[in-house]
T-cell receptor, first 113, second 108 residues
């Protein structure tokens, strides 16, 4: 297992377009998290899944954001009608319930022009 | 709001020990104290976690007093590659709440 994989690493899109990011967690981890990080700030929690169930969503996750984790494996984060304020690093992490620490991916850097 | 408070930045020279203290006055009984390291353009990396007293691993030590209202991450003999942002968080097996972290800069 090579850890948490995120795809793409970089995405440049025009304002108003939809984008989708993918996260592949560590296979035996049942929890998956999405965070957003802007320059100079710590990561901000967006949402998390336990298996396929989405257990919590942040108020930061507006109606334009949606996340899924079908079959409790990989997850996708979609942003509709992107805005310049959506430009950020989107980080995915996974963990095992009762386990030790979270493993983060390298993130997807989104630039909205 | 983050539940922890830590210095914004710290400078050190190579070979020195770096100690970062974090305050968490409202720590809950089921919270574990966890530290992560982050390099530019990478995701945070787990360093160490503890509940009370002292924990040591191959990269760091974590000192937690009996009241658990603060903790100190100790990085022994830092090198240039330890230049990074270090985050102190409380983990109760749910989501992690990051603050702005401590930017540690190691110079020759």
């Amino acid at each position: 297992d090579t850890g948490v994989s995120q795809d793409p690493r970089h995405k440049i899109t025009k304002r108003g377009q939809n984008v989708t990011f993918r996260c592949d967690p560590i296979s035996e981890h049942n929890r998956l998290y999405w965070y957003r990080q802007t320059l100079g700030q710590g990561p901000e929690f967006l949402t998390y899944f336990q298996n396929e169930a989405q257990l919590e969503k942040s108020r930061l996750l507006s109606d334009r954001f949606s996340a899924e984790r079908p079959k409790g494996s990989f997850s996708t984060l979609e942003i509709q009608r992107t805005e310049q304020g959506d430009s950020a690093m989107y980080l995915c992490a996974s963990s095992q319930t009762g386990g030790y620490g979270y493993t983060f991916g390298s993130g997807t850097r989104l630039t909205v022009v | 709001l983050a539940k922890t408070t830590q210095p914004i930045s710290m400078d050190s020279y190579e070979g020195q020990e770096v100690n970062i203290t974090c305050s968490h006055n409202n720590i809950a009984t089921n919270d574990y104290i966890t530290w992560y390291q982050q390099f530019p353009s990478q995701g945070p990396r787990f360093i160490i976690q503890g509940y009370k007293t002292k924990v040591t691993n191959e990269v760091a030590s974590l000192f937690i007093p009996a009241d658990r209202k603060s903790s100190t991450l100790s990085l022994p003999r830092v090198s240039l590659s330890d230049t990074a942002v270090y985050y102190c968080l409380l983990d109760s097996w749910g989501k992690l709440q990051f603050g702005a972290g401590t930017q540690v800069v190691v110079t020759p």
